[in-house]
């Protein structure tokens, strides 16, 4: 199995609006026993359900999520564990493991909702240590520090990376953005400013 695919606990740190998409949040999770934070870009409608229940509103209507702990309940299903287990081109892949006392079945989700009904069920929520090394941001007091070296080899301009708009600053300058990102608790841009870095690792 390998240490690249140990489990490692997450918890919700934090849950901020985006500055740079509007509708769009950051969803922060951080490892319970590191100071590494994993942020995910998710809808607003997300956001809120997840928010709803962090601090235990209620809304008038069952949202989409409290149905589905009702429906999971009336037939003895529970949610044992989240987990993010795959990362692929900034996409994060989450599956819930539920049981009925009889066995185990897994259900693939997006994130969001996977994380909007691990906050009903007061489930745990873990990911892979893969996935904290590629797309983890580290923080250090209050400084936030990259976790991987990222080559500063100059990078040939392709027509594809300049979706972000961050393609034509060099790879030093990204990595300063993403520390004036991280001070601003601007999750979502410091995201977009990762994905850059390692889509330029990648290539």
């Known amino acids: 199995m390998g240490n690249n695919m140990k489990k490692i606990k997450l ?3 934090g849950l901020s609006y985006s500055q740079t998409q509007s ?7 951080g490892e319970v026993s590191g100071r590494r934070r994993l ?13 709803i229940e962090i601090e235990k509103m209620t809304p008038s209507r069952p949202l989409t999520h409290d149905l589905f702990k009702s429906f999971a309940q009336a037939y003895h299903i529970e949610v044992q564990e989240v987990i993010i287990y795959n990362l692929v081109d900034g ?7 539920c049981s009925d006392g009889k066995r185990n079945v897994e259900i693939d989700a997006r994130t969001s909702d996977a994380i909007a009904v691990a906050v009903r ?12 090394s590629t ?23 392709t027509a594809t990376s300049s979706v972000s708009g961050y393609s034509s600053i060099s790879t030093d300058e990204l990595k300063t953005k993403l520390q004036e990102a ?3 608790e601007s999750y979502e841009k410091a995201a977009k400013i990762r994905d850059e870095l390692n889509r330029r690792k990648a290539s």
Do not use: H, M, R, W
Request: glycine share 6%.
């Open 39 to 51: 942020p995910i870009i998710i809808g607003s409608f997300e956001a809120q359900a997840i928010a």
């Open 91 to 97: 996409i994060f892949y989450a599956k819930l493991i």
């Open 11 to 13: 918890d919700i740190v």
């Open 135 to 157: 797309a983890g941001i580290v923080i250090e007091g209050n400084d936030f520090v990259y976790l991987e070296n990222i080559n500063d080899t100059p990078e040939e301009k």
């Open 182 to 184: 991280l001070a601003e």
């Open 23 to 29: 509708g769009a949040y950051a969803l922060v999770l």
């Open 121 to 132: 069920f007061d489930c745990p929520i873990f990911t892979y240590e893969f996935i904290l």
